[in-house]
């Protein structure tokens, strides 16, 4: 069962502005990026989508901090409205002009490394909530699954369908 949004009493500070987001805007864009010193996966996720709109929730990894937020915030956008986002279809005007984004699901056995936030909403039960990996292109408008896909666009969006070895 989620947190009530609108019940914030017995939560800190973090969690009070957290809960407030959701219940105001619909979903909370939590951003996520490796200390200074140290190396890794730069990413953001939504939290609430599921709770106010039924859809999943949305993880994008390793553009800029301003772009993975206005994307999710551009699909949430498009979900309030009444979209939903599939697996399999590309979808326009999420990054850019003339660039497509297409979405997989999360499997469930990563959900604890990339959703902690989510997982805290959700009751702390990661198998309670879909979460949908949203893919961009590299500069030829190919995805990490395609051939001849610039190798920076593959090792920036780790491949969160396949569960875990």
């Known amino acids: 069962m989620p947190r009530d949004p609108k019940q914030r009493d ?28 140290e190396e890794g996966d730069a990413w953001s996720y939504s939290t609430g989508l599921f709770y106010h709109f039924k859809h999943p929730e949305i993880l994008i990894f390793n553009e800029t901090h301003d772009l993975r937020h206005s994307m999710i915030n551009a699909i949430g956008d498009r979900v309030r409205l009444g979209e939903k986002f599939q697996p ?30 989510a997982i805290w909403f959700y009751d702390g039960d990661p198998s309670s909530f879909p979460l949908l990996q949203c893919f961009y292109p590299d500069m030829n408008g190919k995805f990490p699954w395609e051939s001849s896909c610039e190798q920076w666009a593959i090792d920036a969006q780790p491949q969160l369908w396949k569960p875990k070895a």
Do not use: C, M
Not at 90 to 116: E, M, T
């Open 88 to 117: 399999g279809p590309s979808y326009a005007d999420i990054v850019g002009d003339g660039y497509y984004v297409q979405l997989r699901p999360v499997d469930v056995s990563h959900y604890k490394d990339w959703g902690n936030s």
């Open 10 to 37: 017995s939560v800190n500070d973090y969690e009070k502005k957290f809960l407030r987001i959701i219940d105001d805007f619909g979903w909370h864009v939590t951003n996520v990026v490796p200390r200074v010193e």
